[in-house]
Structure formats: C-alpha cells, structure tokens
C-alpha cells in the first residue's frame, strides 16, 4: 500500500529490464497528462487533478508493456527474480486460495511491497511481507505484521476486500491497496498518481512473470 507503506527496497537486479521499462512508461504518461492538463497530479494524499482512469489509452499501453516486458524467459531473469520460488510460496497459495485471489497476483503484491524481506518498514509505518499500515492489520486481525505468516493472510484478506469491492478488477483492487478505495472511488478507475500506476503496473508484470514460471500454481490470467 505503497502511500501508505511503500518500502525503499530496490527492485531485484534480474527485473532491471522491466523496472527501466515501466519508468520509461511512467514518464511517457507524465508527458501525455501533463501536455493535456498544464499541470502535474497530486498525490494520493491530496486531490488530483484530471483523472487518468484504468482504462485510459496511456494506462492501458503501460500494462500492456509491462506484460509484455515480464515474458522474459525466467533463466535470464537471475536468481533473484519474481519468478523464483521463495520461502513463503506455499503461505501465500494458501491465503490466496482461502480469499479466492490469483496466487501470481499476491506473489506479485509481496514482491513489490517488501521484496520479500519479511522484517521490511517503510518511513510511514507500514510493514512486513504486505506492508500493512498498523490500523490496517489491526483490523485484518493481524496482531504481528513482522510474522510471514500473519502479514501474508491480512495482506490477502485486504485485497480480496479491495477486489470484491471493485466487482473483482484486479487493476482497481491493485490501486485501491495502494492508494486507498476512496482515491479509486473518485476516478473511477486507476487514480492519476504516477506513484500508484507505476504501482500497478509493476504488481501485474511480476505476477505475469511467476505466472509464466509456475503456470500450474497459478489461476486465471491478467484482467
């Protein structure tokens, strides 16, 4: 929930090609919005100016870039790529099969919220492996967020909540953890904080990548 909690971790070296991508995209849809609006969007604390919904031509090219981007082969995506398996594989297939969630999905939230780093906080507060903001945990019933275990079953009840929420759109449950439901609300759509649809972006090619490397632990396909 990156406003909320996003982490300073780095992304992994072998999604290099992908992070450069995707920031290469973000600054396309900066240049587009800000030629059409004269002015750059708040951020996801404050109110936006001209909304840049999820179906917005420049938002969609940037998803579809950064699929695209992700279908590198997983060998040369280094040892430390999002298709690897981790330790935490089998805890997130579980959560993600109790709250009806794409494990590739969760796996792809994990990986850009905390990297994997199950002790990771952010400057605002948030922290663990899905980077829960205290008030949020607290209400997912989460009672340590540094413990794998708690944080990936509060982090995948809050997105099933986000995904219910936006009639089971993945990219709108994806910026609602990100930037809040309310801010999704407003715009109808992916809000216009290049924060929150680099975001998203990032979150869907990681999960295309694992889904791609794991294809039979993986359910469905992207929205």
Request: hydrophobic share 40%; no cysteine.
């Amino acid at each position: 929930m990156s406003t909320e909690a996003l982490t300073a971790a780095s992304a992994p070296a072998g999604e290099l090609a992908v992070s450069q991508r995707v920031a290469q995209l973000q600054a396309l849809v900066e240049q587009t919005r800000q030629a059409a609006t004269g002015a750059v969007p708040a951020p996801p604390t404050t109110a936006g100016a001209a909304p840049a919904s999820s179906g917005s031509p420049a938002f969609a090219q940037a998803l579809q870039s950064a699929t695209a981007a992700s279908a590198t082969p997983a060998a040369a995506q280094g040892s430390s790529g999002s298709s690897q398996s981790t330790p935490y594989d089998a805890l997130i297939a579980q959560a993600a099969q109790r709250y009806g969630l794409d494990p590739a999905v969760l796996h792809g939230l994990i990986q850009q919220e905390s990297g994997f780093d199950p002790n990771s906080q952010s400057s605002v507060g948030a922290s663990g492996l899905t980077q829960l903001m205290p008030g949020t945990a607290s209400s997912m019933g989460v009672a340590n967020p540094l413990n794998p275990a708690e944080s990936i079953e509060g982090g995948a009840r809050y997105l099933s909540q986000m995904m219910s929420k936006f009639g089971g759109n993945t990219t709108d449950a994806l910026a609602a953890y990100n930037a809040g439901p309310g801010a999704v609300q407003q715009y109808g759509g992916v809000p216009p904080y290049a924060e929150t649809q680099s975001y998203v972006s990032k979150v869907l090619g990681y999960a295309e990548s694992y889904r791609q490397a794991n294809p039979a632990t993986s359910a469905g396909s992207l929205p």
